[in-house]
């Protein structure tokens, strides 16, 4: 989707520029909130015991 909006970019065509940055700011806030419900889950437990196996 964001490479679709990205095509034929050019720094006169306001709406697609608009229209990019909406997607990136779009992306960044779901990143960000998945990030939080990490950082709740492991919250106090990161150190604690391993979470991860490691072969």
Known sequence: MLQNRA???EPDT???????AY???N???AVEELLK?????????ISDSPQWHTP
Not at 37 to 45: L, V
């Open 37 to 45: 419900i990490a950082a709740i889950y492991f919250e106090d437990n």
């Open 7 to 9: 095509k034929g970019l």
């Open 14 to 20: 306001v709406e697609k520029l608009e229209s990019l």
């Open 27 to 29: 992306f960044c806030c």
């Open 23 to 25: 997607q990136i700011h």
